[in-house]
């Protein structure tokens, strides 16, 4: 085992991507919260599907994020994935808080929907690439720990607002953690298996050494090097004997 590694650093590292989660559960549940005020706002009190429909539209966005999150991630690299989603996290949640109508609502809701999908990917993606071997799942766990604290704040910001029936901030308030994502990750690296996988060997060998030291660093990259050479195969693998039961229960 390496204890070389810099702790410090790949805290940092892994406490800014999982910034990606807490939005997950922050964007998830504020709906919840401001459900009674802005189904009065849009007189949605005697209209069932409609109060449903703005309740569960965002699920429409999650399926593509997540369904989009590996392909573009490979081609544009996870931190550049990352602040596009944040940034599609303010947007969005600036345009919640500005609808005018119950129709300019929903596609909001839905386009934060599609931030939600690639946070759920992207966040725990980047840390285990990042993470050391050995601390790769306590690492990853953060990413769970920071959704969970993301649903928590949402529950506590939105009743706070209640008071004063202002539903529309219980969306902006997103604001302030997609700010701390967004200049977190201008001090975190790209992640070193990118990096070498679209032959960026020295920048990836710079951020293994950063992490781990310059010896572990060479070892590390000759292994992710060897690892990406032997990649292969397509989606009917996931449906081979001893995968498919896996893949079913996940």
């Known amino acids: 085992m390496n204890n070389s590694y810099n ?23 504020v709906i919840g919260g401001a459900k009674p005020f802005f189904e009065r706002y849009f007189q ?43 940034l599609l996290f303010a947007v969005t949640s600036i345009g919640n808080a500005l609808a005018p109508t119950f129709t300019v609502f929903v596609c909001w809701r839905i386009s934060g929907g599609v931030a939600i999908g690639l946070a759920s990917s992207l966040s725990p993606m980047y840390i285990a690439e990042v993470a050391p071997a050995h601390l790769r799942g306590r690492l990853v766990v953060v990413n769970q720990l920071a959704i969970v604290i993301g649903l928590s704040l949402s529950v506590l910001v939105t009743y706070w607002l209640s008071f004063g029936g202002h539903w529309r901030w ?28 679209v032959g960026r060997h020295e920048r990836a060998l710079w951020v293994l050494a950063k992490i781990n030291g310059r010896a572990q660093a060479e070892k590390e990259l000759k292994e992710i090097q060897k690892e990406l050479g032997e ?19 996940g």
């Open 44 to 86: 949605l009190t005697t209209n069932e599907f409609a109060s449903g429909w703005a309740n569960s539209c965002a699920l429409i966005g999650c399926f593509f994020g997540a369904l989009i999150a590996g392909a573009l991630s490979d081609r544009f690299g996870r931190k550049i994935l990352l602040i596009l989603c944040a």
């Open 231 to 249: 990649e292969s195969g397509g989606f009917g693998e996931l449906l081979r004997p001893g995968v498919r039961l896996a893949v079913i229960l």
């Open 170 to 197: 219980m969306f902006a308030t997103q604001g302030v953690p997609v700010l701390c994502l967004i200049v977190g990750l201008a001090f975190v690296p790209e992640s070193p298996r990118w990096l070498a996988a």
């Open 7 to 29: 702790l410090k650093y790949v805290w940092t590292i892994s406490l800014v991507a999982a910034m990606g989660g807490l939005l997950f559960g922050y964007d998830w549940v």
